[in-house]
Nanobody, 126 residues
Framework: QVQPVESGGGSVQAGRSLRLSCEVPERTNDNWAVGWFRQAPGQEREFVAAMSASGGRTDYADSVQGRFTIGRDNVKKTIDLQMNSLKPEDTAVYYC???????????????????WGQGTQVTVAS
């Protein structure tokens, strides 16, 4: 069983930054595709960012393009989400997810990701 673990959430003022990390202990020796999603109260879970196993491909939701960056930390063996210029509408529970294999989910919809973390809360105050 693969169990992603998120860390790094918190509460910040608008315009500030946070960095989230996703660790997948069962895959520390492998490169794997990872997606970040978020879900606000009363809203559906939505795609935020994803990176392919090789790191050669990244995708972002339009709402975070230019503000968020997904990247691999080879020392910590994590996939991090650097979030800059945060806005109140970024407030949500953020989830890390991974597909069953090393492939890159083409549609980037939640249903294409098999393993999910418990989530970490990000709150941005205006």
């Amino acid at each position: 069983q693969v169990q992603p673990v998120e860390s790094g959430g918190g509460s910040v003022q608008a315009g500030r930054s946070l960095r989230l990390s996703c660790e997948v202990p069962e895959r520390t020796n492998d490169n794997w595709a990872v997606g970040w999603f978020r879900q606000a109260p009363g809203q559906e879970r939505e795609f935020v960012a994803a990176m392919s196993a090789s790191g050669g491909r990244t995708d972002y939701a339009d709402s975070v393009q230019g503000r968020f960056t997904i990247g691999r930390d080879n020392v910590k063996k994590t996939i991090d989400l650097q979030m800059n210029s945060l806005k109140p509408e970024d407030t949500a529970v953020y989830y890390c997810a991974a597909p069953y294999g090393s492939w890159y989910p083409q549609s980037l919809k939640p249903a294409e990701f098999d393993f999910w973390g418990q989530g970490t809360q990000v709150t941005v105050a205006s």
